[in-house]
Every structure is written in C-alpha cells, then in structure tokens.
C-alpha cells in the first residue's frame, strides 16, 4: 500500500490521504488490510444512472501505532458524502428501543433535568432528540448538514440547523440557545476528519458540569465480531477507549462514563466532561482501558490477525453463496445496508448471485446498489421469495429473524455472514 507515498497533488479531487494520525499527530502506521477500490456505501444509483461513471475509492484501514486509533487511509469530502444522503435512522423496534435507552442513561445516570438543552450532531431525521424531549423534557436542537433529512426533522417539530457541528457552529448555537447540559453524537464521531475542532466546539458550548456524549462502534467489538462490513468510506475511526481517552484529554475534557451496548454490531457510548468540571473517571472506564491492554489491542498482532479472519470469512461466504446458486437455488440480499455495500463488493458478490435487495427504506428502493447493481425492492413488492436471504443487516439479526419466521418456516433459510457464515432455517434458535 502507497499511503505515505502520495502526494496531495495525485489524489483524487474529493479524496484527502492520512498521513497524520487524528488523534495523536503520530505518522507511524501500521496496515491492517486493504479492500481495494469501493464504490461509497450509500452510492444507492437510479437505474438511468450510467455505471461507467460509478467512483470508486480506495478502502484501506490503517493502525496509529502510537494510540491505536484505526483509520480509514482515504477521506472522501463530507460534500459529497452527506449533502444529501440516503441513509435514515432505521425505523426499527430495535432502534427505537435503544434510542429511549440513551435517554433514560441520560437522566437518570447523569441528572439530565427537564428544560435542559440537548445539542445532537447528526441528528437525522429527529427521533433520538424526540425521545429526550418525551423521557426528559428536555430542550433539544439538531445539527444534520443533510438538507433532505434537516427538512424531515423540522416538519416532525425537531429545530434542526442543516449544518456540520464545529466550533463555529457551536459557538453560533451558544449565542443563540446558550449552553448545552448535553453534546450528543450517536454514530457520527467517527464519520468526522477533524475532531479537534469538533471537540474545542463541544467543549465552548458545554455548560461546566455538561457531558459530551458520542456513541461509536467498538474497534475491540470490530475485531471480536469481524464486523468487518462496518468499515466503509463513512466510518474514518474506529476507537478504542484508552484512544478516545487520550484524544479528550488533549483538548480539555476528561472521559467520564462508558456504556458498551449491542447496536450496530457493537458500540460503546462514551461521556466526557470538561476538565474544570465536577465530572470524574468512572471505574468502568478504567477498567476497559485495562482490558485493551490485556487483550493485546495495543500491538500490531491484534490487527494481522483480523486481517487475516476477514479474508478467511469473505471467501467463506462467496463460496457459500455460490455453492447454493450452483445448485439452483435462489439468493437475495435482506437490507440494502450501508455495511452491505462492504460485504458484497469485496466479496465479490454481485446480481449474478443475488437476484435482488429488499429494504425498507424508500429512499433506496427503486435504485440499485453501489458497485453490485443488484435492484432493490420494497418487501412487498417481492413476488416469488428466494429461497435463502443473505442477511445484509445483520445488526437485527434477532428482530428480522422473529419478523420472517414464517417465511423460515414456509419457505428457506437467511445467511448471517458474520463473524462467520451462517445458516439459519425452520426454528427462529435453529443454526
Ligand atoms: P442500518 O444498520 O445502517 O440501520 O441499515 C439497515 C438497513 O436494513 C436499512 O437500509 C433498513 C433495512 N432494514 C430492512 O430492510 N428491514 C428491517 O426489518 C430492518 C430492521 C432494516
Ligand atoms: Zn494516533
């Protein structure tokens, strides 16, 4: 791999290339794997689209060896990525469940009190900022620079500014709305090329005793897991917390808490306080760090081993795949997922295995999936099921699986691709 290799003047337009870790300022990086060239994970295209022009960007993940962050080597332009995207919060039960979770965490954990102000960066459509209103009463505003989905958010009563949250916007909002009791960034932090300014806004528009709350995948559930499919051009970071740890402590915020939960494969929601604060460490911080070290997360080792599993795994899963269509069975995707677009470009699975997608997501139906080009569809506009579904969004596993027992039943099997494929059929607990 050429990382260190390019120049500024080679790359892409809209791509820029780490050479600087983001966290630490460290150049020393290990490489962990590379995907080759990947189509962007919500690059949905219409079916008049012309496929010649499709991009593709190099997906290739690297090691600070300094403080571990993981990153992507290539940035594509948050322009391109986000201006108006397709990706909406899922309107799952799974979801909804986890959202009043967070804000439940919130007052009763950390005295979240009626009339407070909540700031969200990537607030989507608005639902996690209307369940704080609903458990807290709180104050709420949203910050999505996605126009389309600012819109949707305000028309559902969510005051949304179409914006990326950075220190001039936090200071914006401070003018206006005065201080925050909570900054929260659910799947966002890790989306964002300079978190330094990031995290000086967070910290100017914090009330003393506020908390600054983001929740991320886990690179130890990462690795664990093999949700290798979470990493796409969106996803720059993937943290441990010993790595968030030395990040908020470079830019005057102490970690205070940390929740490890199960949502998208594995994520952890992590609190900071300012460092004048009356926040302290908490000992599940401190013993997570510790756990990192111990489990070897702090060596390249760790990293060349995963890399190794991914392989192993995505030629698994073609093979199985393609052993069931060389028999004649009939495959489709369940859930166009971002992760997805991962999963089946460097597996190299494409229309000619699977006849379609369905999701439920109208945004994406009608469209034809990034690099694959394999037709989404509405679930019901399904006429004939498959036989097998790959299961693209994995991270319901247990929700679709319950939702689709009949079909289980009546009809064939879903393929859950990681961490390793497997089959499911007939009876929800069958493997
Ligand atoms: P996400 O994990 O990024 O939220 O993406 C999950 C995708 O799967 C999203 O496009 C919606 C879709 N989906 C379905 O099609 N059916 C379902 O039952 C669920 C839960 C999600
Ligand atoms: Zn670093």
Redesign the pocket.
């Known amino acids: 791999m050429s990382t260190h290799d390019r120049t500024p003047e080679s790359t892409d337009d809209v791509v820029r290339y780490v050479t600087t870790c983001r966290v630490c300022g460290s150049e020393e990086w290990q490489e962990v794997v590379s995907f080759g060239e990947v189509p962007l994970a919500n690059g949905f295209l219409e079916v008049t689209d012309s496929v010649a022009q499709e991009r593709a960007y190099p997906l290739e993940v690297i090691s600070c060896r300094e403080c571990r962050l993981l990153s992507l080597t290539a940035v594509v332009d948050p322009q391109v990525l986000y201006r108006t995207y397709s ?1 909406v ?2 309107d ?1 039960e ?1 979801m909804a469940r986890h959202m009043r979770t967070v804000a439940e965490l919130a007052r009763d954990r950390y005295g979240l009190a009626e009339g407070d102000l909540v700031v969200e960066l990537g607030s989507n459509t608005g639902d996690q900022l209307l369940a704080f209103r609903e458990a807290v009463g709180a104050r709420v505003l949203g910050v999505d620079p996605a126009r389309n989905l600012a819109r949707i958010a305000e028309d559902r009563g969510v005051p949304t500014l179409p914006d990326y949250f950075d220190s001039a916007t936090a200071r914006a909002v401070a003018g206006e709305h005065g201080k925050a009791s909570l900054i929260l960034g659910r799947h966002v932090f890790a989306h964002i090329d300079d978190v330094a300014d990031v995290l000086a806004g967070a910290r100017e528009l914090l009330t003393e005793d506020g908390l600054f709350t983001i929740e991320v995948p886990y690179a130890v559930d990462l690795v664990e897991r093999l949700a290798f499919d979470t990493i796409y051009h969106e996803h720059l970071s993937y943290f441990l917390i010993s790595t968030l740890d030395r990040l908020f402590s470079r830019h005057g915020l102490r970690t205070v808490d940390v929740e490890r939960l199960a949502v ?1 494969g594995g994520s952890v929601l992590v609190s900071a306080g300012r460092a004048d604060g009356r926040w302290q460490t908490s000992e599940r911080v401190r013993e997570l760090i510790a756990a990192e070290r111990d489990g070897g997360y702090l060596s390249d080792a760790r990293y060349e081993a995963f890399a190794t599993r991914v392989r192993r795994t995505c030629a698994d899963l073609t093979a199985l795949v393609r052993g069931l269509v060389a028999q004649g069975h009939r495959v489709a995707g ?6 997805g677009t991962t999963l089946l470009n460097i597996c190299g699975l494409s229309s000619e295995e699977l006849e379609f997608c ?4 109208p945004q ?1 139906q009608g469209r034809l999936t990034p690099g694959t080009h394999i037709p989404v569809l509405a ?1 019901g506009d399904v006429t004939e099921q498959p036989d097998y579904y790959l299961l693209l ?1 994995w ?2 596993a247990e ?2 699986l319950a ?1 689709e027992s009949r079909f289980l039943n009546e009809h064939g099997g879903f393929i859950v691709p990681v961490p390793e494929p497997t089959v499911r059929t007939g009876a929800v607990s069958a493997k």
């Open positions: 990706y919060t899922s799952s799974t998208h369940y859930g166009a997922s971002a992760k369905t999701d439920t997501t994406k679930p969004a991270n319901y929700e679709i939702k």
